[in-house]
């Protein structure tokens, strides 16, 4: 298996702009997570879902940021407008029913100017 | 808001060291996790541990719980200079809560 998938690994936009974050997760895993990750805050859960359907959305800091899994293999998660205090590290991540360990995604980077 | 919190924040040692870092939490949990961090990479699931479990060896890493103290340590023997990293500590409070919470971090660099 690839692994988790992440798309882009870096994005660089400008203030107000849409950012749109994509996530394959690992076939076969039913629970996926969006994580954000800066030096000020550490790692941070936005949300999380099973078999596709959000579980725990918690943790999206305000109605700019929104996330989707239309199915299995797709999630999204996207920033709309995006501001400079969006710029951080971005993470997906999948696990499965029968162990509680999460395989995460590279990440992307994302910069807003 | 986070759950566990790694002492010390930074740690470096020569290669051949052990190193030792530790990890507080809050409330009661049912397994906590420790991850591994590489610059620029994502996180990568080292070992489990379950509250009924009091210590748990995965090659040369040794992880030990003590619930009634709510806190873990991880134990990396005989370090090499390819575990320089950032190592977090995640708790998940019940059996069928996937839900981890990430701690802060230990960053350890081990010198050649």
């Given at each position: 298996d690839a692994g988790v998938i992440q798309s882009p690994r870096h994005e660089v936009t400008e203030m107000g702009q849409e950012v749109t974050l994509r996530c394959k997760p690992i076939s076969g895993h039913d629970y996926l997570f969006w994580y954000r990750q800066t030096m000020m805050r550490g790692l941070e859960l936005l949300i999380y879902f099973n078999n596709n359907v959000p579980i725990d959305d918690s943790g999206m800091p305000e109605d700019r940021f929104s996330a989707k899994m239309p199915n299995a293999s797709f999630s999204t998660l996207k920033i709309q407008p995006s501001e400079p205090r969006d710029s951080a590290v971005y993470f997906c991540a999948s696990s499965s029913t029968v162990t509680n360990e999460q395989f995460f995604g590279p990440g992307t980077r994302l910069t807003v100017l | 808001s986070q759950q566990g919190e790694e002492d010390p924040q930074a740690l470096s040692i020569q290669e051949g060291e052990n190193a030792t870092m530790n990890c507080s939490y809050k409330t009661s949990i049912n397994n906590l996790q420790w991850y591994?961090?590489?610059?620029?990479?994502?996180?990568?699931?080292?070992?489990?541990?379950?509250?009924?479990?009091?210590?748990?060896?995965?090659?040369?890493?040794?992880?030990?719980?003590?619930?009634?103290?709510?806190?873990?340590?991880?134990?990396?023997?005989?370090?090499?200079?390819?575990?320089?990293?950032?190592?977090?500590?995640?708790?998940?409070?019940g059996s069928n809560d996937y839900k981890l919470s990430f701690g802060a971090g230990t960053t350890v660099t081990v010198r050649a």
């Open positions: - | 591994r961090q590489n610059s620029g990479r994502g996180l990568v699931h080292l070992i489990l541990i379950r509250s009924n479990e009091r210590e748990k060896h995965s090659g040369r890493l040794r992880v030990t719980l003590d619930t009634s103290k709510k806190s873990s340590s991880l134990l990396i023997t005989a370090s090499r200079a390819a575990d320089t990293a950032s190592y977090f500590c995640a708790t998940a409070k």
